[in-house]
DNA sequence: CCAACATACGGAACACGGTTCCGCATGGCA
DNA sequence: TGCCATGCGGAACCGTGTTCCGTATGTTGG
């Protein structure tokens, strides 16, 4: 599992019945939610689309990061886990780098809002940071690393610094025609080889 | 000049004096809180600062970005005449368009919060985003045009874009230790080179 | 089945920051 | 000096995050 333990994990001493129900209707709510008015829809409005008070959305995902974590949680397990299958099915080990990377940007510029949120200093945000960092950098890490071995790039990188600069780049990707974020991406992997 | 005719322009029928004034102690007050908190610094804290009233930060700067436009203009006039003259003054144009984009970068990621505001998609930052654009697009687009007519660079970049990505990239530079947002934006610039 | 308790719920109320608006003050001018 | 356009202050309003508590309801022991 991943640690936030917040959803229908068989630990603890098993909430009541309408309190597990009203998780599902918030999570279900929430996605659809952040589908149509981006991660930062009020809260709200998250509320009244899953029929709950305000109260109840707090009680159960104190921070608008526990929302957003576990509304995404499988699609960034699924990113993780594609780290190692990449690394064993590529050609190169800098293939299987850009490759994961460009599951990432996917990932990220399809959720609008979610880019800024990840890079927001904003306290809320925190569990997010943590969360995508704890799950994604030491993958990203074990890619560079190959790769860095392999003599294909330059070994002075950081795993966490190349997330966030990729991050970064898919920021205001979705709404502005003019900016197209995988090309950035596509740049900076490039810059990262060795010639 | 640059356009926005707020500042104490010769043109128009000459503002009242205490209104000059107040433009003046307000442009002070707004920096040097950008300075202290950001640009993102609440407006009621400017007005304090400045000993005004609310409505006269307003009626003299109607959106944050009129008046960050105004704080920073010198600075990106600086910034945008640059260019020229590190094209003639640099051994490569791209070597010129890698110095370039240090500047904007120097400039960016001492700005808290600047780079954030500049990327946001609130209406709100919609004059900042403007200005930003008229006055250093052209300018990029002459550098990279050199530069890929010297056949250093790729010749398919777009000036908006690369400057968009830039800006991105130093979206969080400062406030963390662990980011360093001119080696990513190294990165880019690299990328961007023919091999 | 019922009582009693823990758990969870709803939403009013508060905090905060942006923005508007209007009655009042004042600089500039005849 | 008196008049008027210009400019000023800040109360008030709005949207949104967040807290808190009286009430409702699931759960469990008798």
């Known amino acids: 599992m991943v640690g936030t ?3 229908s994990g068989s630990s603890a001493k098993r909430k009541r ?3 597990r129900r009203n ?3 918030l999570l279900d709510a929430a996605a659809a939610a952040f589908v149509t008015s981006g991660v930062d829809v ?3 409005d998250i509320a009244a689309r ?3 008070g305000i109260g109840t959305i707090y009680r159960h995902f104190p921070t608008r990061a526990d929302l957003i974590v576990a509304v995404y ?3 960034v397990e699924a990113c993780a886990e594609a780290g190692p299958t990449l690394l064993a099915n590529s050609s190169t080990p800098h293939a299987a780098l850009v490759r994961w990377i460009d599951l990432f940007v996917d990932f990220l510029v399809t959720k609008h809002g979610l880019a800024e949120a990840l890079q927001s200093d904003d306290a809320a945000f925190e569990t997010l940071h943590a969360y995508f960092i704890d799950r994604l950098v030491p993958v990203c890490a074990r890619l560079l690393d190959a ?3 392999a003599g294909e790039i330059r070994p002075d990188m950081d795993a966490y610094e190349l997330l966030r600069g990729v991050g970064n780049l898919c920021i205001g990707a979705d709404h ?3 900016y197209d974020a995988r090309r950035m991406v596509g740049l900076l992997t490039e810059g990262l080889r060795l010639r």
């Open 5 to 7: 333990d917040s959803g």
């Open 23 to 25: 998780e599902e209707t």
């Open 73 to 75: 949680q499988h699609q």
């Open 50 to 52: 899953a029929g709950v």
């Open 17 to 19: 019945a309408d309190a």
């Open 147 to 149: 790769a860095a071995t």
């Open 42 to 44: 009020p809260v709200r």
């Open 176 to 178: 502005n025609p003019r």
